[in-house]
């Protein structure tokens, strides 16, 4: 037991402290003076579930995870009955039928479903060894295994998850060893469905905005229209948007202070202590806190990376790759809405957002990376 926590990855563990320390200031300063009073002391829960968080990732250590990767069609089965349940027997948030309420604790399935989806195309990758895949027995089995819940996300409706989703899948072909071929058709495939997306949506701007209207999820079509004529969007579409620029410009260098900031509170910028966090960390700790919380997510990735290439077993590779994968788009999504690169999403700011589920399942992800980090000498004697 001892031999294996010492196999920890300490560097890790420091990256995780410092962003810990990041997210509950940032989400103090976020709650503190809301008018809402329900919102006050979120930071102190956030510090619990970041503590149960800690005791799962380090206790990851001492579990095998090829066991884990054994069981993945067992998984798989109650990642998608649990997105089956949830729409059906879930609540309702934001229009989106996603969340299981039990008291005050929520859990989203959508969440959960990421880490299995990464698991499973681990082992269907490791059959190949690192050769080519092949089309027919490699991309449409992996293609067809992550559809059936990109589709039970989809009709939630949770278009950030589902989006997070292909991301992984595509994380992980290419890293399997995905030939050149597919990869330019599956390009051609993606570029003409978004413009055949595009064009059938302006095409059909006032039908589908009135179909949002009677389903209760304008703020849907909002936010798609806002992305694709920014132009002719609705000064609410656009509200969030602009006012996370000027609430980040106005950090200048240094930013405006702890607690200082203006645009949080009052509904300037909605959720600022979830989805918006970085608009506090840019406003009130400016360019230099916001290079400082880009650089930790650098090192953390970086380290993640170093690991999966001293891996001695593939699927062990595969794995820290679609976490990474999941990582790094999560940031670039989160971060690029809010400078107005991309469009809005509900999806969050990893280890910085307030949200309990995402929080836990992202350091049970780097748990993961710990048990792979602290088994590859047992694997490689047992090779």
Known sequence: MLNKLKKLDWGILFILVCLMLISTVAIYSATANDPNPTYHGKEKLHLIYFGVGFVVAIASVLFDYRIILKLWHVLYGIGVTLLILVYFFGAEVNSAKGWFRFGSFSFQPAELMKIILIIGIAYLLGRRQGDKLNFTNDLLTIGAFAFLPFLL??????????????????????????????????????????????????????????????????????????????????????????????????????????????????????????????????????????????????????RMIMIAFKCFDRRASYIIIGIVSMFVFQVFQNIGMMIGLMPITGITLPFISYGGTSLLLNMASIGLVFSIKAHQEVYELAE
């Open 153 to 302: 996300v989809m009709i939630q409706p949770d278009l950030g998850n589902a989006i997070i989703f292909l991301v992984i899948v595509l994380g992980m072909l290419w890293i399997g060893n995905v030939k050149y071929s597919h990869v330019a058709m599956g390009l051609g495939i993606v570029v003409a469905g978004i413009m055949l997306f595009m064009f059938l949506f302006n095409t059909f701007n006032e039908e589908i905005k009135d179909y949002m209207i009677e389903k209760n999820r304008y703020h849907w079509y909002e936010r798609i229209n806002t992305f694709v004529n920014p132009g002719e969007a609705s000064t609410s579409a656009l509200h969030q948007s602009k006012n996370a620029q000027i609430a980040i410009g106005s950090g200048g260098l240094s930013g405006d202070g702890f607690m200082e900031g203006d645009m949080k509170n009052g509904g300037f910028v909605p959720y600022p202590y979830s989805d918006s966090i970085f608009v506090v960390i840019g406003e009130e700790f400016g360019f230099q806190g916001s290079a400082i919380l880009l650089m930790l997510y650098f090192f953390l990735i970086y």
